[in-house]
């Protein structure tokens, strides 16, 4: 129970001085939380659109050095863009816990369902990362050109209906 106010703080029952958490504070919170969710999506990003595009060199590549190269990229671009994925859903989850309101929303259920088709995209690309340190040639160059243009297109659904939010 609140027993008196002072300047800036408020006394309880035990006499304890505390500050009250004023909600204008929550929502700098939110938008720190929102601010690194979208650098972390950008970072996977990164990931998504050149993995696919070492694919299609990799591919068409003949000579021993670059095959060996092709994979090493792979590899690391595969470790930074799995960093940046796990981040955008931690700091996405994070802002749905801070504000649960969220999950009323339908833009967002939208917007959660191509998430789940990013995150198939991304287990896709470690699929064919492990089929090339195999050395197994699953699908031609042209093939991954075109696989390459699915994150541009599920990129374009999730920003719009992350910001305008359209239902
Ligand atoms: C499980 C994954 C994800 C969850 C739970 C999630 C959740 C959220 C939430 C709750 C917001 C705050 C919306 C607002 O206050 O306006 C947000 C903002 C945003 N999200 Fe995500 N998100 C996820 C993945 C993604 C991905 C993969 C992308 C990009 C492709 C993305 C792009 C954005 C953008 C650009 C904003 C800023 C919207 C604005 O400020 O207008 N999110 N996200």
């Known amino acids: 129970m609140i027993l008196s106010e002072g300047r800036g703080h408020y ?18 919170n939110l ?9 972390a999506m950008v970072t996977w990003f990164a990931g998504l659109f050149y993995l ?5 060199y990799h591919a068409d590549a003949g000579d ?16 930074l863009m799995s960093v940046g994925a796990a981040a955008t859903v931690l ?11 969220y999950l009323k929303m339908g833009w967002l259920h939208a917007k959660l369902a191509l998430v789940l088709l990013l995150i198939g995209y991304h287990m896709l ?27 541009s297109l599920l990129l374009v659904g999730i920003v719009i209906l992350a910001v305008a939010k359209p239902f």
């Open 64 to 79: 021993w050095i670059s095959v060996e190269r092709f994979r090493v990229m792979e590899r690391r671009l595969f470790i």
């Open 11 to 28: 006394t309880n029952s035990s006499g304890a001085r505390y500050h009250p958490r004023p909600r204008i504070l929550k929502v700098a």
């Open 31 to 39: 938008l720190w939380l929102k601010a690194f969710h979208v650098i």
């Open 125 to 151: 690309c470690f699929k064919f990362l492990r089929d090339f340190a195999h050395d197994r040639r699953t699908h031609t160059a042209k093939w991954f050109r075109a696989f390459n243009e699915v994150p």
């Open 91 to 101: 700091l996405g989850s994070a802002m749905i816990v801070a504000a649960p309101g």
């Open 52 to 56: 696919p595009r070492l694919f299609v």
